[in-house]
């Protein structure tokens, strides 16, 4: 008889995890907004306008499901939320990452409660985590793309300088990029050019996919593309020197990252060390560090050790942290 609670929260905890998995692995955006295109092509025949692609394209972009509403009327700073998502270049939804954050506070408070922790310290914990976990996947996600796409830009635009030295366009050599780069910035560079052919100004289309990606390097980009429309000049050049420092930047932030890898190793293991000695010994004698739930001192103790804590890393984080 004593097993069934255990039974209940293990069964309810895997069926949190599939549930997971289906939102994370369910029906795609893309292929249903596939299917809608389709069908739209079907209704206007062979003969349809590009016009009425470009609408159905639209109209198909703005629905969502269920899922997708709740969690913009639940979730704090939806569309924030949403842009992160953008960024991430994944085909994650905000329903799917409601679904997230839910299923995550559920199973880590349930097995909490079943470590015989307090019911309200599980249930914040287990808020903690559901909320954490999924923000810094996104977060992680962003940042690799983001690497990615910094890594490579200078080759991008030395490989515009080239089309422009060659006598093409500024629309044209970007159509070019986007096609012989892979990556995130073939994507970005695709991205724009569907702009353009839907009507967008060049200065309008990049600043859209600039106002996305959050980088200096490419808000450079923009800027000096801007500047030599409005004063004129030798762009190709321009954009050589930009690729140029560019790359010089980048080598900068990877010696930094160098110099500064030992200081961030000890942060994290002065910031870890607390909590792990208070597991191991929550393991040894959980009754011992109960006390630091129940008695008040103990409490202000814990709360001001976690103040001073937090402080003390977020000096440390600045410390380690250089603009270029």
């Not at 409660?113 to 287990?126: K, Q, R, T, W």
């Not at 996947?137 to 080239?162: M, N, Q, S, W, Y």
């Not at 050019?193 to 967008?200: A, E, L, S, V, W």
């Not at 100004?201 to 801007?226: C, H, K, M, N, Y």
């Amino acid at each position: 008889m004593d097993m069934m609670p255990i039974l209940a929260v293990g069964v309810g905890a895997l069926g949190v995890l599939v549930l997971l998995a289906f939102a994370f692995t369910g029906p795609s955006p893309e292929r249903a907004r596939t299917r809608r295109l389709a069908s739209v092509r079907e209704r206007h025949g062979e003969s349809a306008d590009p016009f009425s692609a470009v609408q159905a394209r639209r109209i198909a972009a703005t629905r969502g499901t269920r899922m997708d509403a709740a969690a913009m009327r639940y979730l704090p700073r939806p569309d924030a939320l949403k842009k992160r998502l953008a960024m991430t270049g994944k085909s994650w939804t905000m329903g799917q990452y409601g679904a997230a954050t839910v299923g995550c506070a559920a199973v880590v408070a349930a097995m909490l409660i079943l470590l015989n922790l307090p019911v309200a310290l599980s249930l914040l914990l287990g808020v903690a985590v559901g909320a954490g976990i999924p923000h810094m996947t996104v977060g992680f996600h962003i940042k690799r793309r983001v690497a990615k796409f910094t890594a490579k830009f200078p080759d991008a635009i030395e490989l515009l300088v080239r089309g422009l030295r060659s006598g093409l366009p500024i629309t044209e050599t970007i159509g070019v990029v986007g096609q012989e780069i892979d990556g995130p910035i073939g994507v970005e560079f695709r991205a724009i050019t569907d702009r353009m052919r839907i009507g967008r100004t060049l200065d309008a289309a990049l600043q859209e996919t600039a106002d996305r990606l959050g980088t200096p390097e490419f808000q450079f980009f923009v800027i000096s593309i801007a500047i030599q429309r409005e004063t004129g000049g030798n762009l190709a050049e321009t954009l050589a020197n930009l690729a140029t420092v560019l790359r010089t930047r980048f080598q900068m932030k990877l010696k930094i990252k160098a110099m500064s890898s030992e200081s961030k190793a000890s942060a994290y293991i002065v910031g870890a060390l607390p909590f792990i000695v208070f597991s191991m010994i929550w393991m040894i004698n959980p009754s011992y560090m109960q006390n630091f739930f129940v008695d008040p001192r103990l409490i202000i103790a814990g709360v001001g050790g976690l103040v001073w804590m937090g402080i003390g890393v977020f000096i440390m984080a600045k410390m380690v942290s250089f603009e270029i």
